[in-house]
T-cell receptor, first 114, second 114 residues
């Protein structure tokens, strides 16, 4: 069974640009989650999508947005990039949008802002 | 508010020695608890989970964890550490209901001496 796949592995942008990160969940999983792992800030919840709908978002500004496609894959978009957005962005998926379903993570996209 | 505390930022053990990583949580109801491991440059791998039932749970790679409600703890243990166990370990609590996010501790970095 293929795990959660994320692309690209690395992404280098400059301030003010826009970034798009992609995630394919494990087959059969309908929920996708995005987390940010920034140096000194730990792992922070960003977004949760289930069945194509945004179900919850963390304490991040609106320039962080995303969507989930009919095949359950997901995109995370970050507009007007700032230096502080440099981080590892992790995608996770679970079988259903229930708290008793464990989340399985991909290897992440390393976003560097110059 | 829900929170997770991992008191040890960095632990060094000798190969073959036993290991215990501490985790304390704050959560109003019966928590869903998880341990994840992150190797350098990689995503998070699920080691084990506790939802209910037997308070001693077995995971992958020879790890186990014990849920102690009276102490609000979920410590991770391994009887004999291997050099390949060197990584960062994260404890997390599942924030069920409408949010469904994972709340992570700050992590414990494990170094293994030969």
């Amino acid at each position: 069974e293929a795990g959660v796949t994320q692309s690209p592995t690395h992404l280098i942008k400059t301030r003010g640009q826009q970034a798009t990160l992609r995630c394919s969940p494990i087959s059969g999983h309908t929920s996708v989650y995005w987390y940010q792992q920034a140096l000194g800030l730990g792992l922070q919840f960003l977004l949760w999508y289930d069945e194509g709908e945004e179900r919850n978002r963390g304490n991040f500004p609106p320039r962080f947005s995303g969507r989930q496609f009919p095949n359950y894959s997901s995109e995370l978009n970050v507009n007007a990039l700032e230096l502080e957005d440099s981080a590892l962005y992790l995608c996770a998926s679970s079988r259903q949008g229930l708290s008793n379903q464990p989340q399985h993570f991909g290897d992440g996209t390393r976003l560097s802002i110059l | 508010a829900q929170s997770v505390t991992q008191p040890d930022i960095h632990i060094t053990v000798s190969e073959g020695a036993s290991l215990e990583l501490r985790c304390n949580y704050s959560y109003g109801a019966t928590p869903y608890l998880f341990w994840y491991v992150q190797s350098p440059g990689q995503g998070l791998q699920l080691l084990l989970k506790y939802f209910s039932g037997d308070t001693l749970v077995q995971g992958i790679k020879g790890f186990e964890a014990e849920f102690k409600r009276s102490q609000s703890s979920f410590n991770l243990r391994k009887p004999s550490v291997h050099w390949s166990d060197a990584a960062e370990y994260f404890c997390a609590v599942g924030d069920g209901g409408a949010t469904n996010k994972l709340i992570f501790g700050t992590g414990t970095l494990l170094a293994v001496q030969p």
